[in-house]
């Protein structure tokens, strides 16, 4: 029996074997066939009040940004006012060890595994950054998730943050949340 009357035989004899043979077909997709890639739209708040594990007590700080997800190309806009003062200089004042993907202090970052044993996630892109003044500016992005960052983005699990040099690990921070789109 040739392999294809095989899978046949399985398909007719076994849901799962239905369910397999489905994806072998959708795999074999033609990529002409393909509709342009869904597009939806996240926002974040981000606020004092959200900093962890300490939120900041010396700030009223507060940016909103909103951005656009089209298959895994993010782009990203927002604003900040209010700051306690200059944003964290990562080129003099760096982490450990040094992360030169860090280019500025308006960050996204993805939530840990385990958020309540480990409450800051891991760092996954620099916004470029127009300030006003000391205090206050502008932020956009334009990246490319990876299939899995952007299965994490949907599932919730991106935040953004903006650091200070006064509150170095977060003056304000907010959840990436969906509000449009799926
Ligand atoms: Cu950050």
Known sequence: MSETKQLHRRQVLSGAGIVGLGAVLASCAPATAQQPAATSEYSANMMPGNVLPTPPTNTNAISVATATL?????????????????????????????NPRITSAVHIHQMAADPAAMPNGPFLFAMTVMMTNANSGTFTGDVTLTDAQRAALMAGNFYMD?????????????PLTVIQGS
């Open 162 to 174: 903006i650091h200070t040099t006064t509150n170095r690990a977060g003056e304000v921070r907010g």
């Open 70 to 98: 089209q298959g895994n190309r993010l782009r990203v806009r927002g604003s900040y006012a209010g700051l306690s003062g200059p944003l964290r200089n990562y080129a003099t004042d760096p982490v450990d060890p040094p």
